[in-house]
């Protein structure tokens, strides 16, 4: 069961396990989960036990790091929702043999836009490319598929152009985006439309107030409604002029993949025709897609959004009204660095509110590790990763169980453990113990370095071994009392089998605890 072990060791109060963030290490292993995604290293570590005033370089440190790449592409899936399990487009389309796995095929589709906004983010570019690039990312996979320069004989993810006139308008001109977000012949891409004003300006029509008294013909002709009626243009005044601009990517036939990958510059002028409005960005006429673009980078509420967006990110909450001054000491700070990235996370990174210096009412102290975090912190010590024939588990079959977002049935991560995520977790935490052990006992650069098969309670290297777990994979100081928990456990597993069995049972009890999947 999930906190079976050691829960005792954490200060709850009413249920909630709070952590004092003052303490270095607490601080140093939620800087590396949050931009890294995983934990940090025993080097870094008793680097910040000997002298903590290193802390704050160790930041621009990690901000550096190649890893938050890798992680900003989970953290922004969690808003943009495009690693999708599913497109209406399927890899048997293509004849291609390695597109056997639909893991891969999805991943790679879904992977794109938010790979060219993570590149913009960690390469600290402005934030406007992200509406501007002429360019975006792809693998072999997408290349094989997409009408790109993709470089010959490279392989992974390198920076590509479109070959099929697309327009200069980043994410907006990428194929992963919109095979996501479809649309057809009756929403005429206003769907995409509200996509891009939740996305790219934090206006959500869902949250609107709705009038159900529309006119008494809107069913018999509901363009004129849409173009005349109040309760309607509500909505529509700015949803249409937006929507009219998208015919580009408007496709004939939904899944033909003929249709799916290239843009269709014949089709720009369709949006006038099809929904009787000519393109604009709210109330201001644009004669292109790339027009478009250049709107939306130089609107006020596109710099608010975009700080909004990571403020929810890193702060693992829904922003309200309430934090509109605290939002726009952060805009300041984005404006200040000239729209990048880096200078925003790092200001929401070493905020009061994060490091738990002002506690805010309703909001969670600790979060919990997401299913990438989990994965990624102990890859370095497990050569196994745990899957079946459809892909990783915790990134696909298991990936909402385990509080993940999918993008179709789950659009927020979780942010209370539950049964099932207990159950999830504890099945891995056994798996992920097994396989530690099994690749061996005293390895130079394994997580088990200290000790062997026949190490003994009384040896000092077993207690360096529990010192060096618990700092380790839960960032705390090591007490006595702790020690002897875990020693004892450690001695109840080994009576009934090898040495081996009990330092199984010492990994996966401590995956599971509350101190090594929150933080």
Request: hydrophobic fraction near 40%; aromatic fraction near 10%.
């Given at each position: ?160 152009h479109y070959l099929d006139g697309r327009p200069p308008v980043g994410v907006l001109a990428t194929n992963g985006l919109w095979w996501r977000y479809i649309t057809d012949s009756l929403n005429m891409n206003r769907m995409r439309a509200a996509t891009m004003m939740r996305l790219l300006l934090c206006d959500d029509l869902l949250a609107r107030p709705i009038s159900f008294e529309a006119s008494s013909h809107a069913l018999e ?299």
């Amino acid at each position: 069961m999930m906190w079976l072990f050691f829960a005792c060791s954490s200060n709850q109060e009413g249920g909630e396990v709070t952590n004092d963030y003052s303490d270095p290490l607490r601080l140093l292993r939620r800087w590396s989960l949050d931009i890294r995604g995983t934990l940090p290293s025993m080097e870094e570590i008793e680097s910040i036990r000997t002298e903590p005033a290193r802390l704050d370089a160790m930041l621009d440190t990690m901000l550096d790091d190649p890893l938050w790449e890798e992680s900003l592409v989970h953290s922004l899936n969690e808003q943009w929702h495009t690693r999708v399990n599913l497109f209406s487009v399927v890899p048997d389309e293509f004849y291609t043999g390695d597109y056997g796995s639909w893991y891969d095929f999805n991943r790679s589709v879904g992977d794109e836009p938010l790979r060219l906004m993570a590149h913009i983010a960690t390469n600290d570019l402005a934030w406007s490319e992200v509406v501007l690039a002429d360019y975006s990312f792809a693998n072999e996979r997408l290349a094989s598929m997409y009408p790109t320069d993709y470089p010959e004989g490279e392989s992974g993810w390198q920076k590509i152009h479109y070959l099929d006139g697309r327009p200069p308008v980043g994410v907006l001109a990428t194929n992963g985006l919109w095979w996501r977000y479809i649309t057809d012949s009756l929403n005429m891409n206003r769907m995409r439309a509200a996509t891009m004003m939740r996305l790219l300006l934090c206006d959500d029509l869902l949250a609107r107030p709705i009038s159900f008294e529309a006119s008494s013909h809107a069913l018999e002709d509901p363009t004129s409604a849409l173009q005349q009626d109040l309760a309607c243009l509500n909505c529509h005044a700015s949803l249409d002029p937006l929507a009219s601009a998208l015919f580009g990517f408007y496709w004939l036939e939904e899944g033909n993949p003929l249709e799916a990958v290239a843009y269709h510059p014949e089709r720009e002028l369709l949006g006038e025709q099809y929904i009787g409005v000519s393109p604009g960005w709210y109330g201001t006429p644009v004669h292109s897609l790339a027009e478009l673009g250049l709107a939306i980078s130089q609107d006020p509420r596109f710099h608010q959004c975009t700080t909004q967006n990571f403020a929810e990110i890193y702060l693992r909450r829904k922003m309200s009204t309430l934090d509109h001054g605290m939002l726009q000491e952060h805009v300041a700070a984005f404006l200040d660095g000239e729209q990048r990235i880096k200078a925003l996370v790092r200001n929401i990174l070493t905020s009061d509110e994060y490091t738990n210096r002002i506690l805010i009412e309703g909001a969670r102290t600790l979060r919990m590790m997401t299913p990438h975090q989990l994965e990624v912190s102990l890859q370095t010590w497990n050569s196994h990763q745990w899957k079946n024939t459809h892909g990783p588990l915790l990134d696909n079959d298991y990936r909402s169980m385990v509080g993940g977002v999918d993008g179709l049935s789950t659009y927020a991560p979780q942010l209370y453990p539950s049964t099932t995520t207990a159950l999830t977790i504890m099945r891995y935490a056994q798996f992920t113990g097994m396989m530690i052990v099994e690749d061996g006992l005293h390895l130079e650069t394994g997580m088990l370095r200290h000790v062997d098969e026949s190490t003994t309670p009384s040896e000092a290297s077993f207690v360096a071994q529990l010192n060096h777990l618990r700092l380790q994979l839960h960032g705390i100081e090591p007490t006595e009392e702790w020690r002897s928990d875990i020693t004892d456990l450690w001695t109840t597993c080994t009576d009934t089998d090898s040495s081996k069995l009990g330092w199984t049972c010492v990994l996966s009890a401590m995956i599971q605890d509350i101190d090594f999947v929150s933080y």
